[in-house]
């Protein structure tokens, strides 16, 4: 059932996508605008953060925005279930982004990589504990970019699922309803920032590896 | 008595996702008090915004994640 789900968000995505760019008109249609919009908002995000010769890897940001995202969304179809959810699925792509950027770091910057966890501003006795506490946290990342995702969206189903429990009695049912109605506003409003924060994290983490030095 | 103590622990760790809510809203408060002063500065901020706002997010997300394993895997 699962790579099932996944087929639909990677259908939906080629669909907005092929179907949105095959007018190609000055006056875009409903679809072509929404595909300019993301588009042109991740293109923004990822040059502003990265700067222009982070611009070279805007199709892998891209990617993972519009997977997670649409992922995301997925699951607000109700008795559905969102790849994004799993932390199987989370990991993989959060991991993904850690090798993919130390490897690159290590690729562009040769051994001067390493001053990304060597504070050249801090006092001079302070560097060794920082550069400690920055290869921890380094090497945390991964983890806290793929529980942060996987978390929130189990999270908010989660709570979706209490108040679900809460409709069966019938003296709270209307109230548990609303409660319904209004988390699942909430939802969608947390899927998107979940995938836009994966993503703004991914070109921070590009960033640190394009340009290492603080 | 032991899945009793998990229990509670459990429910110890759900502390940790109104410590988060605190941070949240620090965050947010704090955006929106230097947005209202300079309004001209505040959109190009939206990102520093996100990224402090998902930093404070998943240590709540990690203490709800405690409280999980608590819950079910321990």
């Known amino acids: 059932m699962r790579p099932r789900r996944q087929a639909i968000a990677l259908l939906a995505i080629v669909g907005v996508f092929v179907l949105g760019s095959r007018g190609r008109a000055v006056i875009p249609t409903r679809l072509q605008s929404i595909g300019e919009l993301i588009y042109g908002f991740i293109y923004k995000m990822v040059e502003d953060v990265c700067g222009k010769d982070g611009v070279k890897y805007f199709p892998y940001i891209m990617t993972l925005f519009l997977f997670i995202l649409f992922s995301n969304y997925l699951a607000l179809i109700p008795m559905s279930y969102s790849p994004t959810s799993m932390i199987a699925v989370t990991a993989i792509l959060g991991f993904g982004v850690f090798f993919a950027v130390t490897i690159l770091g290590f690729v562009k910057n040769g051994p001067a990589f390493l001053g990304l966890f060597w504070m050249s501003d801090a006092p001079a006795i302070l560097r060794p504990i920082i550069a400690v506490i920055e290869v921890i946290s380094y090497f945390v990342r991964p983890v806290s970019h793929s529980i942060r995702l996987a978390g929130n969206i189990m999270a908010g189903h989660a709570v979706l699922k209490v108040f679900a429990g809460f409709a069966a009695l019938t003296l709270v049912s209307p109230v548990a309803i609303f409660g319904i109605v209004a988390i699942y506003g909430l939802e969608v409003l947390v899927c998107g920032i979940q995938a836009y924060v994966f993503t703004i994290l991914t070109c921070v983490y590009l960033k640190d590896a394009l340009h290492p030095s603080h | ?74």
């Open chain 2, 1 to 74: 008595m032991e899945g009793q103590l998990a229990h509670i622990g459990a429910g110890l760790a759900a502390i940790g996702s109104g410590a988060a809510a605190i941070g949240v809203g620090t965050v947010a408060g704090n955006y929106l008090a230097g947005a209202l002063r300079n309004p001209s500065a505040a959109a190009g901020q939206t990102a520093t915004l996100f990224i402090g706002l998902a930093f404070a997010e998943a240590l709540g997300i990690f203490a709800f994640l405690v409280s999980l394993l608590l819950m079910f895997a321990v």
